[in-house]
């Protein structure tokens, strides 16, 4: 069995922290897979076992990547509400603190959060209305279906995110509008909850 690469395990130690760091949880096999060009799943496993006996990461009791301690989420994050968002055309970004909340972590998972006011009815069709609080995790990556905070040219918008055929497709989930196909977005953060504001 060959021996195992000191910068490759340096690199995917790297890689699960920041991944941590950025989410709040730990990344598949899959996922350090192909963030490391790693030509199988059997080697990634050799080297996160590398990693746990060397005691640079911990393991679940199901064998998968667990948290670092001092990464898991506890108690609560204290949340800022930055603005709005648009849920339908997208309008001018305006990044403005007016308070701060306290979400618990238990609930919306770790990572760096902010929360928007939403405005307009483009994402309707699954619950988030106009005047809802949207909860993001700050981050500039993003998987095919995820809800996103997209800029574009300097103004935001709520849209599911797909990557298609080279280009950047932002899905309003409402019936009655059209997807914006764009040549790429600036992702600012990723949909973690919804808020519901009853009147």
Do not use: W
Not at 128 to 157: C, F, Y
């Amino acid at each position: 069995m060959r021996t195992l690469n000191a910068t490759t395990l340096d690199n995917m130690e790297s890689f699960i922290i920041d991944y941590q760091k950025r989410k709040g949880k730990s990344p598949s096999f899959r996922e350090v897979m192909k963030a490391l060009n790693m030509s199988s799943l059997n080697l990634v496993r050799r080297y996160i076992i590398a990693l746990e006996n060397n005691g640079r990461i911990e393991r679940t009791r199901l064998g998968n990547i667990d948290v670092m301690p001092k990464l898991k989420p506890s108690g609560v994050a204290i949340t800022p509400i930055v603005g709005s968002i648009a849920c339908g055309q997208p309008v001018d970004a305006v990044e403005q603190i007016e308070e701060s909340v306290a979400l618990p972590r238990a609930i919306f998972g770790g990572g760096d959060l902010f929360i928007l006011h939403t405005h307009g009815d483009s994402m309707i069709d699954i619950g988030i209305k106009h005047g809802d609080l949207v909860v993001i995790r700050k981050q500039n990556t993003a998987e095919n279906g995820d809800i996103i905070v997209a800029m574009l040219n300097g103004e935001t918008t709520l849209k599911r995110f797909y990557k298609r055929n080279g280009k950047v497709v932002l899905h309003p989930e409402n019936k009655e509008m059209k997807d914006i196909i764009v040549k790429d977005c600036e992702i600012q953060g990723v949909l973690v909850s919804c808020i519901h504001i009853y009147n």
